[in-house]
């Protein structure tokens, strides 16, 4: 059973264009969740995503980004127009669904796409 | 103040040595997560609590809910033990199924 997949590994843009990132959940999994870290600080939550629907975007910035969970297929991370701020290492993890306690489940993380706009 | 409080950010022990890194927070939660980062970034889920202890290997997690207090502990600590230990919470209620992370705590074993 393959772990969660994110590509591109690395990922270089200028400013004013789009990066569009990917995460494959692992098999079985229908929950995703996207986090982004900044060059020397914490993981950040960004989006919880159920297939189909966003659950919580509480941590999106309000402006050129946007997430999806098709029915089939990856997860996309899209930023619009990047700027040097968005310089970041964006991680996306995934959790089963179903019979758990909501709250408890453990999300399995993927390698991480590291971002960076010159 | 934010809400995960991870302590000490930075350790540096000697290879053998018992280490122990502290997690506070201010939330009411559902669980709480111990990761590890290694130093190439990969993120790695150690343990979920709710309650109690869970031990791994030479890895033990412990939580105290009265007092909002985790601490993961690493017996015979190894080189290979390097890495960013993070405290992540899942909060109670609205926005339960994020993560709220501590800051990490860098950790490096000398041989």
């Known amino acids: 059973n393959a772990g969660v997949m994110q590509n591109p590994r690395h990922l270089v843009r200028r400013r004013g264009q789009e990066a569009r990132l990917r995460c494959s959940p692992m098999k079985g999994h229908s929950h995703v969740y996207w986090y982004r870290q900044l060059p020397e600080e914490g993981l950040k939550f960004m989006v919880y995503l159920q297939k189909e629907n966003i659950i919580d975007e509480s941590g999106m910035p309000k402006e050129r980004f946007s997430a999806e969970f098709p029915k089939e297929g990856p997860s996309i991370l899209r930023i619009q127009q990047v700027v040097r701020g968005d310089s970041a290492a964006y991680f996306c993890a995934s959790s089963p669904p179903g019979q758990y306690i909501v709250g408890t489940d453990t999300q399995y993380f993927g390698p991480g796409t590291r971002l960076t706009v010159l | 103040k934010n809400e995960v409080e991870q302590s000490p950010q930075n350790l540096t022990a000697q290879e053998g040595e018992f280490i122990t890194i502290n997690c506070s927070y201010s939330v009411g939660i559902s669980a709480l997560h111990w990761l590890q980062q290694h130093p190439g970034g990969g993120i790695v889920s150690l343990f979920m609590?709710?309650?109690g202890k869970k031990k791994h290997g030479r890895l033990i997690a412990t939580i105290n809910i009265q007092e909002k207090h985790s601490s993961l502990h690493i017996t015979a600590s190894h080189p290979r033990d390097s890495a960013v230990y993070i405290c992540a919470v899942r909060s109670l209620g609205q926005g339960a199924q994020k993560l709220v992370f501590g800051q990490g705590t860098r950790l490096t074993i000398n041989p």
């Open positions: 609590l709710s309650s």
